[in-house]
């Protein structure tokens, strides 16, 4: 397979109607009976056709229980099944689910063939030895569209491999509640990163608009605001002023729907009092009408259900389908049985009594088969039986391992204690250093990512990749504490005090792996954004040992460090960094590679105090007094390098920008170690005075590049009207004449907008 250089091009595009593919819709929808077209709306999951024993579970290993495949299939024509059962399956095991639900079309027994969707957030997270990336939120931290590219591409070809054409990826809600469980599911808290590294995953998936039977459609989450929920748990309210509406959680979305995204899942929660499956004017007039999205929207898990019993918008199960259907919600999540027969008999009772009309129903229908045929599962040839050589390839490992390598991020280096050398005595010690589940999160295997029956053979937990560094003997270690659930809730204990404190005694250094169990939605709910006690104490008795720490935090969300931060002389993020996470850190961490990510969001420093990088800049008020609101652990964007980097001879091409204009702005950076490196050019826009409280900045560009020891390259920027534009209190962007500030790297100019 050949993994294209990631342009951010125009391409042929889902996003353009294809009339012959039309003329072929239509015919097929002129076909259909009602309850077809009522089936094609309609999502099961897997386990609701499978086996199971006297106590109604599911017999393992799996097997399909064919008369409630037929029943669904042939009875209520369901058109859509999502998810794997509790665990992983082989690419066997999924060869043979495949068969049994393609078989219907491929017999002539259905009018269209089934669209099976799969949750594969970070690589083909449900299928044995499919190559594991880090989660989003890490590789959001490369600042590397590149990697995210080529991170979609593979996962869509071992997805294919797996006998699926639709990924439910990628989040592109915007991080902006770091209490939040799905925090890591992210592109980090900024719009235009999320947007331009979303896109890249999109274009990744859908094989630059070429799809084929190697790539997959697209789907994109949760449409809209899931993430700014106000108290932190999950699929909870948000209130989003238009404001911020426009400007921060609609852009990755827009930009992805621009490049052809083919589906987006609709957000279970509610945003100003409106849940996201009732709101007409998101899916309907924002989505379709204003942005021509030709794909269809699916509903989340079971929330049509939840209209009625959570969220107490609709007075009954048929009022709840209503509501969510005709405001534009096209296929439904329902997900089990026997609530979907329960959902094909209230939209045939809902289209009869014409509270939901033929002509929504044939538009929800004509965008699924719009879908099904954009994916290829209408063409012979492309459900040829194909063999994908390339699964679990070396190449696809080391793509893996080079977006870890390219994530992590280096936070603090005191003294230049890093690399280290490898002659050292080294304590590996924490709750995460030798688990790899914990490097890879929630979604890895099962939901939760807890199980450790299917890790990834072969792959390293940090203390494994230590061990291997510098031999055994050279490597103590102590676990020093453990996490674990307590009544739902995430907890930790120390373990064996005596044993962590007699090898620190014995060590020359340490290595402190600290963090979060693997955890996501619900289940992922916290309290405190405070990383917990117990492992505050550790890292204390670590200090106190008199060695020098180095601080790895293995962490979902930005969890609060504050306590420690001084007492570490090497502090590494490294987010949930995947299965090559362990080898990855070992390799940075004696210099093998040097440290390139940069934080995607800005680390709070206090569990009460959350911010951002692009806050109003009334946020800065008593800034004089040292009581400035702005004062997190760590900025948006930062990360140091073992590298040194100098910037200068900042130029702008013009003083003056004007609508349908554009001013380069240029800046040579340099090298000035005798390491080779990596640095991430960041571009801010600043409004100097505007109408309403401008953001204090903005990203508006920024640039992956290597420089060689003293080397020194010269980096370019356009800088557009757009990027000027804010969002008044309507959602409507506007622009105002006025002087800007444009900042790289510690330097900056101005120009004014006419
Ligand atoms: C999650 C979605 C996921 C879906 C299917 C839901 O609970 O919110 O992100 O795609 O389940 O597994």
């Not at 002539?108 to 880090?134: C, R, S």
Request: a negative charge; aromatic letters at 10%.
């Amino acid at each position: 397979m050949f993994i294209h250089p990631f342009h951010s091009h125009t391409q042929e595009n889902f996003h353009v109607l294809n009339s012959d593919r039309e003329t072929k819709i239509e015919a097929i929808l002129q076909q259909m009976s009602v309850e077809e077209k009522i089936g094609e709306t309609c999502q099961i999951t897997l386990d609701a056709f499978l086996k199971r024993d006297a106590k109604d579970q599911v017999i393992e290993p799996i097997q399909i229980d064919q008369s409630k495949l037929d029943e669904a299939i042939m009875t209520y024509h369901v058109g859509s099944i999502l998810n794997v059962g509790s665990h992983t399956l082989s690419l066997e095991q999924w060869s043979v689910v495949m068969k049994a639900v393609h078989q219907y079309y491929k017999s002539e027994q259905t009018k269209a063939p089934i669209l099976y969707g799969i949750d594969a957030i970070h690589g083909v997270n449900y299928t044995v030895g499919g190559t594991l990336f880090p989660q989003e939120i890490g590789l959001a931290a490369t600042w590397n569209p590149s990697l995210a590219n080529q991170f979609g591409h593979i996962t869509a070809y071992e997805t294919r491999a797996s006998g699926i054409p639709w990924n439910f990826s990628p989040v592109l809600d915007l991080a902006r509640q770091p209490l939040w469980s799905r925090f890591f599911e992210t592109l980090g808290e900024d719009p235009y990163l999320a947007a331009e590294m979303g896109k890249a995953i999109v274009c990744g998936y859908q094989g630059e608009g070429k799809m084929d039977n190697e790539h997959v459609a697209a789907c994109l989450k949760h449409f809209v605001g899931y993430s700014a929920s106000n108290s932190g748990r999950d699929r909870t309210s948000a209130w989003i002023p238009e404001k911020y509406m426009t400007e921060l959680f609609l852009v990755p979305f827009k930009t992805a729907v621009d490049k052809g995204a083919m589906t987006v899942m609709v957000n279970s929660g509610d945003v100003n009092g409106i849940p996201g499956h009732i709101n007409y004017h998101l899916l309907t007039e924002v989505l379709k009408e204003e942005w021509g999205f030709l794909g269809f929207a699916v509903s989340d898990w079971e929330d049509f259900i939840f209209l009625e019993t959570v969220h107490q918008v609709a007075s009954s199960p048929l009022d709840a389908v209503v509501k969510g259907f005709n405001a534009g919600v096209d296929m439904s999540m329902v997900p089990s049985a026997p609530h979907y027969k329960t959902y094909c008999k209230l939209m045939k009772q809902a289209v009869e009594e014409e509270k939901i009309s033929m002509e929504r129903l044939n538009d929800a229908v004509r965008r699924i088969l719009r879908v099904k045929m954009a994916t290829g599962l209408f063409d012979k040839e492309m459900n040829q039986a194909k063999s994908y050589p390339n699964f679990g390839s070396t190449a696809f490992k080391e793509s893996a391992l080079n977006a870890a390598l390219e994530s992590i991020t280096l936070l603090k280096n005191e003294d230049q204690l890093l690399p280290l050398k490898g002659s050292e005595k080294i304590l590996v010690a924490g709750p995460t250093s030798n688990n790899l589940t914990y490097l890879n999160g929630a979604w890895t295997h099962t939901w939760q990512g807890v199980d450790t029956t299917y890790n990834t053979k072969g792959c390293k937990t940090i203390l494994q990749a230590v061990q291997a560094k510098v031999g055994s003997d050279n490597c103590l270690y102590a676990e020093g504490a453990e996490l674990f659930l307590e009544n739902d809730f995430e907890a930790c204990r120390l373990v064996n005090q005596a044993d962590f404190k007699t090898k620190a005694e014995q060590s020359d250094i340490i290595l402190l792996c600290l963090g979060e169990l693997p955890s996501t939605e619900k289940p992922g709910d916290i309290r405190s954004l405070n990383l917990l006690p117990a492992q505050l104490e550790l890292a204390k008795m670590a200090y106190e040992s008199g060695k020098p720490v180095v601080l790895v935090l293995v962490e979902a969300r930005p969890r609060i460090v504050n306590e420690i931060v001084s007492g570490a002389t090497a502090i590494f993020q490294t987010y949930l960094p995947g299965d090559y996470g362990g080898t990855a850190l070992v390799k940075l961490l004696y210099g093998e590679e040097n440290p390139s990510g940069k934080l995607p969001y800005t680390y709070p420093k206090y569990d009460g105090v959350i911010e951002f990088y692009d806050h109003p800049k009334s946020d800065d008020r008593h800034k004089s007094n040292g009581f400035n609101a702005y004062d997190p652990q760590w900025d948006f964007g930062y990360g140091l390098s073992y590298s040194t980097f100098t910037y200068s001879n900042l130029e702008i091409s013009k003083s003056v920008l004007m609508e349908n204009d554009s001013i380069i702005i240029a800046v040579d950076v340099t090298n000035t170690s005798d390491r080779k490196g990596k640095e991430v050019v960041q571009l801010y826009l600043s409004d100097i005075v505007a109408s309403m409280v401008p953001a204090g900045k903005r990203l508006k560009g920024f640039k992956k590049i290597e420089l060689k020891s003293h080397e020194t390259q010269r980096v370019e920027f356009v800088i557009l009207i757009e990027d000027v534009k804010f969002a008044d209190n309507k959602g409507y962007w506007m622009f105002e004449s006025g002087e800007f500030k444009a900042l790289i790297g510690g330097l900056s100019a101005t120009f004014q907008v006419k």
